[in-house]
């Protein structure tokens, strides 16, 4: 007799459209606040790291005009479904660097927390021989 078994996974993610928290909600998680402020460039990387980009990719941001922050907050917005613009996550990268990185690593945090829902779905069949 054999045993055959088949697992689906549906995975489902409930936005709401908009940033978990705002920019400037700093004292809303003091965790991650306090590690932005002592060491910002590791922060960063952590960041990028645990929204699965490259751990280096924020170093570049000296080089390439803030163009990796922006190219990452596009990139979070997309992926959790938040409302805004290019031209918006540019504003707001340029004018609030810091408040901007720690709002991302909120958001990711949330994302990460609330987690994507996941749906098991076992199917077994048995072959009689």
Not at 17 to 33: I, P, Q, Y
Not at 63 to 87: K, P
Not at 101 to 125: D, F, I, P, S
Request: charged residues 10%; glycine residues 6%; proline residues 2%.
């Amino acid at each position: 007799m054999a045993v055959q078994q088949q697992i689906t996974t549906v995975t489902t993610n409930q936005s709401s459209g908009e940033w978990s928290t705002g920019l400037c909600d700093c004292c809303s998680d003091m965790g991650t606040c306090c590690c932005a402020l002592w060491c910002f460039p590791c922060f960063q990387c952590q960041t990028a790291s645990h929204f699965g980009w490259c751990v280096c990719m924020p170093l570049l941001d000296p080089c390439a005009f803030l163009a990796v922050s922006c190219c990452m907050r596009s990139s979070m917005r997309e992926r959790y479904g938040i409302q805004g613009s290019t031209c918006g996550d540019a504003a707001v990268v340029c004018c609030c660097y810091i408040c901007t990185w720690c709002q991302m690593a909120r958001e990711v945090k949330t994302q990460t927390t609330r987690g994507v829902q996941q749906v098991h779905v076992v199917t077994q069949q048995v072959r009689m021989a």
